[in-house]
Protein backbone atom coordinates (compact mmCIF):
# COMPACT_ATOMS: atom_id res chain seq x y z
CA UNK A 1 0.00 0.00 0.00
CA UNK A 2 1.59 3.91 -1.29
CA UNK A 3 1.42 5.25 2.02
CA UNK A 4 0.53 9.32 1.91
CA UNK A 5 2.49 11.20 4.58
CA UNK A 6 0.51 14.18 5.95
CA UNK A 7 2.07 17.63 6.68
CA UNK A 8 1.39 17.68 10.42
CA UNK A 9 1.70 14.57 13.28
CA UNK A 10 -1.70 13.67 15.39
CA UNK A 11 -0.40 15.52 17.88
CA UNK A 12 0.21 18.90 15.96
CA UNK A 13 -2.07 21.82 15.51
CA UNK A 14 -3.51 22.09 18.81
CA UNK A 15 -5.28 18.59 18.46
CA UNK A 16 -3.36 16.60 20.96
CA UNK A 17 -5.15 14.55 23.55
CA UNK A 18 -8.49 15.24 21.72
CA UNK A 19 -7.07 14.18 18.01
CA UNK A 20 -5.31 10.22 19.59
CA UNK A 21 -8.76 9.75 21.76
CA UNK A 22 -10.30 10.25 17.99
CA UNK A 23 -7.71 7.73 16.37
CA UNK A 24 -8.30 5.19 18.91
CA UNK A 25 -11.40 5.27 18.47
CA UNK A 26 -11.74 5.19 14.48
CA UNK A 27 -9.66 1.96 15.04
CA UNK A 28 -12.02 0.27 17.64
CA UNK A 29 -14.77 1.34 15.16
CA UNK A 30 -13.43 -0.32 12.20
CA UNK A 31 -12.46 -3.83 14.37
CA UNK A 32 -16.13 -3.51 15.45
CA UNK A 33 -17.27 -3.18 12.02
CA UNK A 34 -14.72 -6.33 10.79
CA UNK A 35 -16.11 -8.08 13.80
CA UNK A 36 -19.77 -7.69 13.09
CA UNK A 37 -19.22 -8.82 9.07
CA UNK A 38 -17.27 -11.51 10.29
CA UNK A 39 -20.48 -12.70 12.41
CA UNK A 40 -23.16 -12.05 9.59
CA UNK A 41 -20.86 -14.52 7.18
CA UNK A 42 -20.11 -17.65 10.34
CA UNK A 43 -24.03 -17.26 10.45
CA UNK A 44 -24.87 -17.61 6.80
CA UNK A 45 -23.61 -21.08 7.30
CA UNK A 46 -26.25 -22.48 9.35
CA UNK A 47 -28.46 -21.83 6.14
CA UNK A 48 -26.02 -22.96 3.73
CA UNK A 49 -25.85 -26.59 5.63
CA UNK A 50 -29.70 -26.23 5.89
CA UNK A 51 -30.49 -25.73 1.98
CA UNK A 52 -27.36 -27.99 1.17
CA UNK A 53 -26.14 -24.97 -0.28
CA UNK A 54 -21.97 -26.17 -0.48
CA UNK A 55 -20.91 -23.91 -2.86
CA UNK A 56 -22.45 -21.03 -0.97
CA UNK A 57 -20.49 -22.28 2.20
CA UNK A 58 -17.18 -22.80 -0.33
CA UNK A 59 -17.92 -19.02 -1.31
CA UNK A 60 -18.28 -17.76 2.46
CA UNK A 61 -15.34 -19.55 3.94
CA UNK A 62 -13.34 -17.88 1.57
CA UNK A 63 -14.63 -14.58 1.69
CA UNK A 64 -14.14 -14.54 5.67
CA UNK A 65 -10.90 -15.52 5.41
CA UNK A 66 -9.80 -12.78 3.08
CA UNK A 67 -12.14 -10.37 5.56
CA UNK A 68 -9.55 -9.54 8.28
CA UNK A 69 -6.86 -7.86 5.93
CA UNK A 70 -9.58 -6.27 3.81
CA UNK A 71 -10.53 -4.68 6.91
CA UNK A 72 -7.19 -3.36 8.41
CA UNK A 73 -6.65 -1.99 5.08
CA UNK A 74 -9.40 0.18 4.74
CA UNK A 75 -9.13 1.22 8.31
CA UNK A 76 -5.38 2.42 7.42
CA UNK A 77 -6.02 3.87 4.13
CA UNK A 78 -9.25 5.83 6.28
CA UNK A 79 -6.70 7.09 8.54
CA UNK A 80 -4.29 8.08 5.89
CA UNK A 81 -6.52 9.58 3.27
CA UNK A 82 -7.77 12.54 6.02
CA UNK A 83 -4.42 13.12 6.96
CA UNK A 84 -4.69 11.30 10.81
CA UNK A 85 -1.97 9.97 10.84
CA UNK A 86 1.64 10.35 10.03
CA UNK A 87 3.99 7.75 8.58
CA UNK A 88 6.70 9.06 10.16
CA UNK A 89 5.39 9.77 13.37
CA UNK A 90 5.74 6.85 16.13
CA UNK A 91 6.10 9.38 19.11
CA UNK A 92 2.59 9.99 19.79
CA UNK A 93 1.56 5.88 18.92
CA UNK A 94 2.53 5.44 22.61
CA UNK A 95 -0.51 8.18 23.72
CA UNK A 96 -3.05 6.32 20.87
CA UNK A 97 -2.13 2.56 21.84
CA UNK A 98 -3.12 3.98 25.61
CA UNK A 99 -5.78 5.39 24.47
CA UNK A 100 -7.06 2.57 22.90
CA UNK A 101 -6.64 0.17 25.76
CA UNK A 102 -8.78 2.61 27.63
CA UNK A 103 -11.54 1.98 25.20
CA UNK A 104 -10.88 -1.62 24.55
CA UNK A 105 -10.19 -3.36 28.03
CA UNK A 106 -13.15 -4.19 29.18
CA UNK A 107 -14.88 -5.49 26.09
CA UNK A 108 -15.24 -9.26 25.76
CA UNK A 109 -12.69 -10.74 23.13
CA UNK A 110 -10.56 -7.34 23.38
CA UNK A 111 -6.94 -9.19 22.55
CA UNK A 112 -9.09 -9.00 19.15
CA UNK A 113 -9.18 -5.37 19.62
CA UNK A 114 -5.54 -5.23 19.99
CA UNK A 115 -4.26 -7.56 17.35
CA UNK A 116 -6.02 -5.57 14.96
CA UNK A 117 -4.43 -2.27 16.30
CA UNK A 118 -0.93 -4.08 15.47
CA UNK A 119 -1.91 -4.99 12.40
CA UNK A 120 -2.80 -1.23 11.76
CA UNK A 121 0.30 -0.12 12.84
CA UNK A 122 2.64 -2.70 11.57
CA UNK A 123 1.07 -1.83 8.41
CA UNK A 124 1.57 1.59 8.87
CA UNK A 125 4.99 1.60 10.36
CA UNK A 126 6.43 -1.75 8.06
CA UNK A 127 7.91 -2.80 11.90
CA UNK A 128 10.38 -5.29 12.07
CA UNK A 129 10.10 -7.83 14.73
CA UNK A 130 8.15 -5.99 17.36
CA UNK A 131 7.77 -2.51 18.46
CA UNK A 132 6.33 -2.46 21.55
CA UNK A 133 5.89 1.38 21.60
CA UNK A 134 3.18 0.62 18.78
CA UNK A 135 2.18 -2.43 19.62
CA UNK A 136 0.58 -4.67 21.91
CA UNK A 137 3.08 -7.35 22.93
CA UNK A 138 1.28 -9.83 24.81
CA UNK A 139 -2.48 -11.73 24.83
CA UNK A 140 -4.25 -13.31 28.01
CA UNK A 141 -7.05 -15.84 27.17
CA UNK A 142 -7.33 -16.02 30.82
CA UNK A 143 -8.53 -12.59 31.12
CA UNK A 144 -11.53 -12.41 28.36
CA UNK A 145 -14.70 -11.21 29.71
CA UNK A 146 -17.88 -12.73 28.45
CA UNK A 147 -19.31 -16.41 28.91
CA UNK A 148 -20.28 -19.81 26.92
CA UNK A 149 -23.75 -20.20 25.87
CA UNK A 150 -24.51 -23.86 27.13
CA UNK A 151 -27.19 -26.34 26.87
CA UNK A 152 -28.00 -28.18 30.31
CA UNK A 153 -29.69 -31.95 29.65
CA UNK A 154 -30.42 -33.92 32.39
CA UNK A 155 -29.95 -37.46 31.87
CA UNK A 156 -32.35 -39.33 34.67
CA UNK A 157 -32.80 -43.30 34.24
CA UNK A 158 -32.86 -42.61 30.32
CA UNK A 159 -29.85 -41.86 27.75
CA UNK A 160 -32.28 -41.67 24.93
CA UNK A 161 -34.74 -39.55 26.07
CA UNK A 162 -31.94 -37.06 26.84
CA UNK A 163 -30.56 -37.90 23.54
CA UNK A 164 -33.82 -37.52 21.94
CA UNK A 165 -34.60 -34.20 23.68
CA UNK A 166 -30.60 -33.12 22.35
CA UNK A 167 -31.53 -33.58 18.77
CA UNK A 168 -35.39 -32.04 18.97
CA UNK A 169 -33.79 -28.78 19.74
CA UNK A 170 -31.47 -28.91 17.00
CA UNK A 171 -32.08 -25.65 14.62
CA UNK A 172 -31.78 -28.72 11.99
CA UNK A 173 -34.21 -30.78 14.07
CA UNK A 174 -37.10 -30.80 11.26
CA UNK A 175 -34.66 -32.25 8.48
CA UNK A 176 -33.28 -35.15 10.14
CA UNK A 177 -34.45 -37.87 8.24
CA UNK A 178 -34.91 -40.72 11.04
CA UNK A 179 -35.03 -39.65 14.28
CA UNK A 180 -35.24 -42.62 15.75
CA UNK A 181 -32.65 -44.38 13.92
CA UNK A 182 -30.43 -41.26 14.78
CA UNK A 183 -31.16 -41.55 18.65
CA UNK A 184 -30.48 -45.21 18.86
CA UNK A 185 -26.92 -44.45 17.21
CA UNK A 186 -25.99 -42.00 19.75
CA UNK A 187 -27.18 -43.48 22.60
CA UNK A 188 -25.58 -46.69 21.70
CA UNK A 189 -22.19 -45.39 20.81
CA UNK A 190 -22.45 -43.43 24.73
CA UNK A 191 -23.61 -46.87 26.81
CA UNK A 192 -20.81 -48.64 24.39
CA UNK A 193 -18.32 -46.05 25.76
CA UNK A 194 -19.27 -45.60 29.60
CA UNK A 195 -19.82 -49.81 29.90
CA UNK A 196 -16.28 -50.12 28.90
CA UNK A 197 -15.01 -46.93 30.41
CA UNK A 198 -16.96 -46.24 33.58
CA UNK A 199 -19.30 -49.28 33.82
CA UNK A 200 -20.24 -47.68 37.33
CA UNK A 201 -20.87 -44.06 36.51
CA UNK A 202 -23.64 -43.37 33.64
CA UNK A 203 -23.31 -39.93 32.43
CA UNK A 204 -25.86 -38.01 34.41
CA UNK A 205 -26.42 -35.08 32.20
CA UNK A 206 -25.61 -33.75 28.64
CA UNK A 207 -23.84 -30.11 28.57
CA UNK A 208 -23.70 -28.89 25.03
CA UNK A 209 -22.10 -25.55 23.57
CA UNK A 210 -24.99 -23.73 22.12
CA UNK A 211 -24.08 -22.45 18.97
CA UNK A 212 -23.37 -25.28 16.06
CA UNK A 213 -20.06 -25.90 14.46
CA UNK A 214 -20.56 -25.53 10.79
CA UNK A 215 -17.45 -26.99 8.49
CA UNK A 216 -17.72 -27.86 4.81
CA UNK A 217 -20.66 -30.03 4.30
CA UNK A 218 -21.00 -30.83 8.08
CA UNK A 219 -22.51 -29.46 11.29
CA UNK A 220 -21.47 -30.21 14.52
CA UNK A 221 -22.45 -30.34 18.32
CA UNK A 222 -19.91 -30.07 20.92
CA UNK A 223 -19.71 -30.54 24.55
CA UNK A 224 -19.32 -33.14 27.30
CA UNK A 225 -20.91 -35.89 29.39
CA UNK A 226 -21.07 -34.85 33.25
CA UNK A 227 -21.20 -37.56 36.02
CA UNK A 228 -19.83 -37.88 39.81
CA UNK A 229 -16.61 -35.98 39.35
CA UNK A 230 -15.81 -37.02 35.92
CA UNK A 231 -16.07 -35.30 32.36
CA UNK A 232 -16.37 -37.20 29.08
CA UNK A 233 -15.82 -34.75 25.89
CA UNK A 234 -18.31 -35.63 23.50
CA UNK A 235 -18.93 -34.15 19.48
CA UNK A 236 -21.82 -35.88 17.12
CA UNK A 237 -21.29 -34.88 14.01
CA UNK A 238 -23.97 -34.46 11.44
CA UNK A 239 -24.10 -34.76 7.40
CA UNK A 240 -27.22 -33.69 5.02
CA UNK A 241 -27.90 -35.91 1.95
CA UNK A 242 -30.58 -36.08 0.00
CA UNK A 243 -33.04 -37.62 2.14
CA UNK A 244 -32.43 -35.29 5.13
CA UNK A 245 -29.69 -34.91 7.79
CA UNK A 246 -28.00 -38.31 9.48
CA UNK A 247 -25.42 -38.62 12.15
CA UNK A 248 -22.27 -38.93 10.36
CA UNK A 249 -19.86 -40.09 13.65
CA UNK A 250 -20.28 -39.42 17.33
CA UNK A 251 -16.62 -39.05 19.16
CA UNK A 252 -16.04 -39.41 22.54
CA UNK A 253 -12.15 -39.65 22.69
CA UNK A 254 -10.02 -36.56 23.08
CA UNK A 255 -7.60 -38.19 20.86
CA UNK A 256 -10.38 -38.14 17.99
CA UNK A 257 -12.01 -34.52 19.05
CA UNK A 258 -7.99 -33.17 19.19
CA UNK A 259 -8.01 -34.27 15.70
CA UNK A 260 -11.25 -32.52 14.53
CA UNK A 261 -10.10 -29.51 16.31
CA UNK A 262 -6.35 -29.89 14.22
CA UNK A 263 -4.22 -27.93 12.48
CA UNK A 264 -4.98 -29.78 9.08
CA UNK A 265 -8.54 -29.07 9.04
CA UNK A 266 -10.35 -25.92 7.78
CA UNK A 267 -11.74 -23.18 9.66
CA UNK A 268 -15.34 -23.86 11.59
CA UNK A 269 -17.99 -21.29 11.35
CA UNK A 270 -19.72 -20.89 15.01
CA UNK A 271 -21.39 -18.17 16.25
CA UNK A 272 -19.73 -17.42 19.39
CA UNK A 273 -20.41 -14.49 21.52
CA UNK A 274 -17.24 -14.65 23.36
CA UNK A 275 -14.80 -16.28 21.60
CA UNK A 276 -11.88 -16.55 24.50
CA UNK A 277 -13.93 -18.20 26.99
CA UNK A 278 -15.12 -20.41 24.59
CA UNK A 279 -11.29 -21.23 24.00
CA UNK A 280 -10.82 -21.79 27.92
CA UNK A 281 -13.83 -23.94 27.71
CA UNK A 282 -12.68 -26.40 24.65
CA UNK A 283 -9.24 -26.70 26.46
CA UNK A 284 -11.15 -28.40 29.51
CA UNK A 285 -12.06 -31.20 26.51
CA UNK A 286 -8.93 -31.03 24.93
CA UNK A 287 -5.64 -29.73 27.60
CA UNK A 288 -3.01 -30.78 24.97
CA UNK A 289 -4.13 -28.50 22.19
CA UNK A 290 -2.49 -25.14 21.77
CA UNK A 291 -4.18 -22.23 22.55
CA UNK A 292 -3.12 -20.89 19.09
CA UNK A 293 -4.21 -23.48 17.49
CA UNK A 294 -7.94 -23.59 18.71
CA UNK A 295 -8.04 -19.33 17.78
CA UNK A 296 -7.09 -20.12 14.39
CA UNK A 297 -9.60 -23.33 13.58
CA UNK A 298 -12.59 -21.36 14.69
CA UNK A 299 -11.91 -18.68 12.46
CA UNK A 300 -9.62 -16.08 14.07
CA UNK A 301 -6.48 -16.98 12.06
CA UNK A 302 -4.91 -13.48 12.70
CA UNK A 303 -5.64 -14.35 16.65
CA UNK A 304 -3.97 -17.49 16.38
CA UNK A 305 -0.79 -16.11 14.26
CA UNK A 306 -0.58 -13.86 17.43
CA UNK A 307 -0.37 -15.93 19.83
CA UNK A 308 1.80 -18.15 17.93
CA UNK A 309 4.41 -15.77 18.00
CA UNK A 310 4.14 -14.80 21.75
CA UNK A 311 4.59 -18.43 22.37
CA UNK A 312 7.32 -18.40 20.11
CA UNK A 313 8.76 -15.28 21.88
CA UNK A 314 7.94 -16.90 25.31
CA UNK A 315 9.65 -20.13 24.57
CA UNK A 316 13.01 -18.36 23.00
CA UNK A 317 13.02 -16.80 26.42
CA UNK A 318 13.29 -19.78 28.49
CA UNK A 319 15.05 -22.10 26.34
CA UNK A 320 18.79 -21.87 25.00
CA UNK A 321 18.94 -24.38 21.87
CA UNK A 322 19.43 -23.58 18.16
CA UNK A 323 17.86 -23.46 15.40
CA UNK A 324 18.61 -26.61 13.22
CA UNK A 325 17.81 -27.79 9.56
CA UNK A 326 14.61 -29.76 10.10
CA UNK A 327 14.91 -33.60 10.19
CA UNK A 328 14.70 -35.10 6.58
CA UNK A 329 15.68 -34.26 3.73
CA UNK A 330 16.85 -30.91 1.84
CA UNK A 331 13.86 -29.62 0.23
CA UNK A 332 14.53 -27.65 -3.67
CA UNK A 333 12.19 -24.58 -2.94
CA UNK A 334 12.14 -24.01 0.52
CA UNK A 335 14.63 -24.03 3.53
CA UNK A 336 12.76 -25.31 6.63
CA UNK A 337 14.28 -25.13 10.11
CA UNK A 338 13.16 -25.60 13.40
CA UNK A 339 13.95 -25.19 17.28
CA UNK A 340 14.27 -29.21 17.99
CA UNK A 341 12.81 -27.85 21.60
CA UNK A 342 9.77 -26.30 20.26
CA UNK A 343 7.11 -27.62 17.86
CA UNK A 344 6.87 -25.52 14.69
CA UNK A 345 8.94 -25.68 11.73
CA UNK A 346 9.65 -22.56 9.87
CA UNK A 347 9.36 -22.38 5.69
CA UNK A 348 11.52 -20.03 3.91
CA UNK A 349 11.76 -20.02 -0.05
CA UNK A 350 14.37 -20.14 -2.09
CA UNK A 351 15.89 -17.66 -4.04
CA UNK A 352 16.45 -20.16 -6.97
CA UNK A 353 15.12 -23.73 -7.17
CA UNK A 354 16.88 -26.67 -8.49
CA UNK A 355 16.36 -28.85 -11.41
CA UNK A 356 13.83 -30.62 -12.19
CA UNK A 357 11.37 -27.52 -10.23
CA UNK A 358 9.62 -25.13 -12.85
CA UNK A 359 7.64 -23.12 -10.72
CA UNK A 360 8.92 -19.74 -9.81
CA UNK A 361 8.24 -18.20 -5.94
CA UNK A 362 5.08 -16.05 -7.10
CA UNK A 363 3.90 -19.31 -7.96
CA UNK A 364 4.66 -21.04 -4.75
CA UNK A 365 3.25 -18.23 -2.72
CA UNK A 366 0.10 -18.48 -4.22
CA UNK A 367 -0.30 -22.42 -3.77
CA UNK A 368 0.17 -21.91 -0.43
CA UNK A 369 -2.64 -19.03 -0.24
CA UNK A 370 -4.90 -21.36 -2.31
CA UNK A 371 -4.05 -23.94 0.68
CA UNK A 372 -4.80 -21.25 3.36
CA UNK A 373 -8.11 -20.82 1.66
CA UNK A 374 -9.36 -24.49 0.27
CA UNK A 375 -11.37 -27.36 2.30
CA UNK A 376 -7.66 -29.21 3.92
CA UNK A 377 -9.69 -32.16 4.68
CA UNK A 378 -7.94 -32.98 7.57
CA UNK A 379 -4.79 -33.53 4.82
CA UNK A 380 -3.24 -30.25 4.48
CA UNK A 381 -1.56 -28.73 6.86
CA UNK A 382 -2.16 -25.36 8.16
CA UNK A 383 0.86 -22.87 7.50
CA UNK A 384 0.92 -19.69 8.49
CA UNK A 385 2.50 -16.82 6.36
CA UNK A 386 5.01 -14.63 8.57
CA UNK A 387 6.64 -11.22 7.59
CA UNK A 388 9.09 -9.41 9.07
CA UNK A 389 10.23 -11.55 11.72
CA UNK A 390 13.14 -10.72 14.33
CA UNK A 391 15.22 -13.77 15.68
CA UNK A 392 18.26 -13.69 17.40
CA UNK A 393 20.90 -14.91 15.54
CA UNK A 394 23.27 -16.40 17.84
CA UNK A 395 20.15 -19.18 18.41
CA UNK A 396 20.67 -20.56 14.72
CA UNK A 397 23.60 -22.75 13.66
CA UNK A 398 26.22 -21.42 11.73
CA UNK A 399 26.01 -23.71 8.35
CA UNK A 400 21.87 -22.53 8.77
CA UNK A 401 22.54 -18.99 9.03
CA UNK A 402 25.22 -19.26 5.94
CA UNK A 403 22.60 -20.98 3.94
CA UNK A 404 19.65 -18.60 4.74
CA UNK A 405 21.87 -15.53 3.69
CA UNK A 406 23.45 -17.56 0.42
CA UNK A 407 20.42 -19.24 -0.63
CA UNK A 408 17.46 -17.02 0.55
CA UNK A 409 18.53 -13.62 -0.05
CA UNK A 410 15.53 -12.08 -1.04
CA UNK A 411 13.93 -13.46 2.38
CA UNK A 412 16.80 -13.47 5.13
CA UNK A 413 19.31 -10.55 6.67
CA UNK A 414 20.90 -9.36 8.97
CA UNK A 415 20.52 -6.46 11.14
CA UNK A 416 22.77 -6.23 14.21
CA UNK A 417 22.46 -9.41 16.39
CA UNK A 418 19.40 -10.23 14.88
CA UNK A 419 18.64 -12.09 11.81
CA UNK A 420 15.43 -10.49 10.21
CA UNK A 421 13.33 -12.97 8.04
CA UNK A 422 11.03 -10.70 5.44
CA UNK A 423 8.94 -13.56 4.78
CA UNK A 424 8.31 -17.05 6.08
CA UNK A 425 5.98 -19.74 6.66
CA UNK A 426 5.12 -21.59 10.48
CA UNK A 427 3.56 -24.98 10.52
CA UNK A 428 3.74 -27.54 13.27
CA UNK A 429 6.44 -29.83 12.90
CA UNK A 430 5.67 -33.80 12.09
CA UNK A 431 7.78 -36.37 11.65
CA UNK A 432 8.78 -37.13 7.42
CA UNK A 433 6.41 -40.20 6.59
CA UNK A 434 9.51 -41.87 4.42
CA UNK A 435 11.36 -41.47 8.11
CA UNK A 436 8.56 -42.45 10.31
CA UNK A 437 8.54 -45.34 8.01
CA UNK A 438 11.98 -46.12 8.61
CA UNK A 439 11.89 -46.23 12.19
CA UNK A 440 8.15 -47.15 13.25
CA UNK A 441 6.93 -50.93 14.31
CA UNK A 442 5.61 -53.15 11.28
CA UNK A 443 2.06 -52.74 12.76
CA UNK A 444 2.28 -48.53 13.20
CA UNK A 445 4.57 -48.85 9.65
CA UNK A 446 1.71 -50.66 8.37
CA UNK A 447 -0.84 -48.06 9.46
CA UNK A 448 0.49 -44.96 8.06
CA UNK A 449 0.94 -46.06 4.53
CA UNK A 450 -2.61 -47.01 4.30
CA UNK A 451 -3.25 -44.04 5.44
CA UNK A 452 -1.03 -42.15 2.91
CA UNK A 453 -2.93 -43.59 0.65
CA UNK A 454 -6.49 -42.56 2.55
CA UNK A 455 -4.68 -38.81 2.49
CA UNK A 456 -4.87 -38.88 -1.58
CA UNK A 457 -8.26 -40.46 -1.52
CA UNK A 458 -9.30 -37.02 1.00
CA UNK A 459 -7.22 -34.96 -0.38
CA UNK A 460 -8.58 -36.21 -4.48
CA UNK A 461 -12.23 -36.03 -2.86
CA UNK A 462 -11.59 -32.40 -2.06
CA UNK A 463 -10.05 -31.56 -5.45
CA UNK A 464 -6.83 -31.24 -4.80
CA UNK A 465 -3.80 -33.03 -6.23
CA UNK A 466 -0.30 -32.73 -4.39
CA UNK A 467 2.06 -32.87 -7.12
CA UNK A 468 4.77 -34.54 -5.92
CA UNK A 469 3.47 -37.45 -4.30
CA UNK A 470 7.09 -38.66 -2.86
CA UNK A 471 7.02 -40.17 1.44
CA UNK A 472 9.25 -37.15 1.94
CA UNK A 473 6.34 -34.16 1.41
CA UNK A 474 4.02 -36.52 3.76
CA UNK A 475 4.14 -35.56 8.04
CA UNK A 476 2.72 -38.08 10.81
CA UNK A 477 0.76 -36.40 13.38
CA UNK A 478 1.01 -37.41 16.88
CA UNK A 479 -2.40 -39.01 16.51
CA UNK A 480 -0.55 -41.44 13.57
CA UNK A 481 -2.50 -39.30 10.52
CA UNK A 482 -0.83 -38.97 7.74
CA UNK A 483 -1.27 -34.81 6.33
CA UNK A 484 0.51 -33.41 3.27
CA UNK A 485 2.95 -30.10 3.91
CA UNK A 486 4.70 -29.64 0.59
CA UNK A 487 2.35 -27.53 -1.36
CA UNK A 488 5.11 -26.25 -4.58
CA UNK A 489 3.49 -28.30 -7.32
CA UNK A 490 0.15 -29.01 -5.35
CA UNK A 491 -2.81 -28.32 -7.68
CA UNK A 492 -6.42 -28.25 -8.21
CA UNK A 493 -7.40 -32.50 -9.29
CA UNK A 494 -9.48 -30.99 -12.41
CA UNK A 495 -6.59 -29.75 -13.73
CA UNK A 496 -5.10 -32.64 -14.56
CA UNK A 497 -5.26 -34.89 -17.24
CA UNK A 498 -4.32 -38.09 -15.67
CA UNK A 499 -3.45 -40.61 -18.88
CA UNK A 500 -2.20 -44.43 -19.16
CA UNK A 501 1.26 -44.68 -20.65
CA UNK A 502 0.95 -45.53 -24.56
CA UNK A 503 2.28 -49.08 -25.82
CA UNK A 504 5.49 -49.02 -26.89
CA UNK A 505 5.67 -50.39 -30.69
CA UNK A 506 10.01 -51.07 -30.79
CA UNK A 507 12.52 -52.02 -28.91
CA UNK A 508 14.25 -48.30 -29.15
CA UNK A 509 11.00 -46.60 -27.44
CA UNK A 510 10.80 -49.22 -25.00
CA UNK A 511 14.40 -48.45 -23.58
CA UNK A 512 13.78 -44.80 -24.47
CA UNK A 513 15.62 -42.71 -21.41
CA UNK A 514 13.25 -40.11 -22.27
CA UNK A 515 9.14 -39.95 -22.89
CA UNK A 516 9.18 -41.01 -26.90
CA UNK A 517 5.72 -39.92 -26.57
CA UNK A 518 3.87 -36.27 -26.40
CA UNK A 519 3.93 -35.22 -22.49
CA UNK A 520 1.35 -32.22 -21.84
CA UNK A 521 2.06 -29.53 -19.16
CA UNK A 522 -0.83 -31.06 -17.42
CA UNK A 523 -0.37 -34.65 -18.12
CA UNK A 524 0.00 -37.56 -14.88
CA UNK A 525 0.66 -41.25 -15.40
CA UNK A 526 -0.37 -42.81 -12.24
CA UNK A 527 1.12 -46.42 -13.37
CA UNK A 528 4.83 -44.87 -13.27
CA UNK A 529 4.63 -43.57 -9.18
CA UNK A 530 4.93 -46.97 -7.27
CA UNK A 531 8.73 -47.26 -8.38
CA UNK A 532 9.28 -43.35 -7.31
CA UNK A 533 6.88 -43.56 -4.32
CA UNK A 534 10.15 -44.89 -1.89
CA UNK A 535 7.52 -47.30 -0.15
CA UNK A 536 9.51 -49.73 1.74
CA UNK A 537 9.61 -53.20 -0.04
CA UNK A 538 7.76 -54.59 2.70
CA UNK A 539 5.50 -52.51 2.72
CA UNK A 540 4.32 -52.28 -1.00
CA UNK A 541 1.74 -55.19 -0.67
CA UNK A 542 -0.32 -53.75 1.82
CA UNK A 543 -0.39 -50.47 0.14
CA UNK A 544 -1.21 -52.54 -3.39
CA UNK A 545 -3.68 -54.53 -1.49
CA UNK A 546 -5.73 -51.38 -0.30
CA UNK A 547 -5.09 -48.74 -2.83
CA UNK A 548 -3.99 -50.55 -6.18
CA UNK A 549 -6.60 -48.20 -8.10
CA UNK A 550 -4.60 -45.24 -7.30
CA UNK A 551 -2.12 -46.39 -9.72
CA UNK A 552 -4.58 -46.36 -12.45
CA UNK A 553 -5.39 -43.03 -14.57
CA UNK A 554 -9.09 -44.28 -14.40
CA UNK A 555 -9.87 -43.93 -11.13
CA UNK A 556 -8.08 -40.48 -11.21
CA UNK A 557 -10.22 -39.67 -13.93
CA UNK A 558 -13.74 -40.84 -12.20
CA UNK A 559 -12.28 -38.22 -9.12
CA UNK A 560 -11.85 -35.51 -11.50
CA UNK A 561 -15.09 -36.15 -13.50
CA UNK A 562 -17.16 -35.80 -10.19
CA UNK A 563 -15.94 -32.54 -9.34
CA UNK A 564 -16.98 -31.75 -12.89
CA UNK A 565 -20.02 -32.94 -12.43
CA UNK A 566 -20.66 -30.94 -9.33
CA UNK A 567 -19.81 -27.60 -10.92
CA UNK A 568 -22.52 -28.02 -13.27
Not at 189 to 211: F, K, M, N, T, V
Not at 231 to 241: L, R
Not at 244 to 267: D, T
Amino acid sequence: MERRVSSASPVDAGRGADARAAISAEIARHFVGYNEEFGRVTRRAAEHFAARDWRGAERDAIARIELYEQRVRGCLRSLLDRGAVDARDQESWSDIKRAYEGIIGARADSDFYRTFFNSVTRDLFGTVGVNPQVEFCSTNVARTSGSVPLRLYRVGGSLPTAVREVLTELPFAAAIADVDAAVHRVSAQIGRHYEAYRPSAPPQSIELIDPVFYRGRSAFIVGRLVDDGAMTPVVIAFGHADDGVFVEAVLLSRAEIGSLFGFERSYFHVDLPAVGAAITLLRSLMPRKPIDELYTVLGRAKQGKTERFFALQRHLESSIDSFVHAPGERGLVMIVFTLPSHDLVFKVIRDHFGAPKRTTRAEVIERYRFVFQHDRAGRLVDAQEFKRLRLPRARFMPALVDELLGAAAQSCRVDGEDLIIEHCYMERRLRPLNLFLREADPAAAESAVLDYGNALRDMAASNIFPGDLLLKNFGVTSHGGVVFYDYDELCSLTDCTFRELPTAHSDEEESSAEPWFYVGPSDVFPEQWLPFLSIPPQLQPVFLRRHGELLTADWWRQARRAHEAAVH
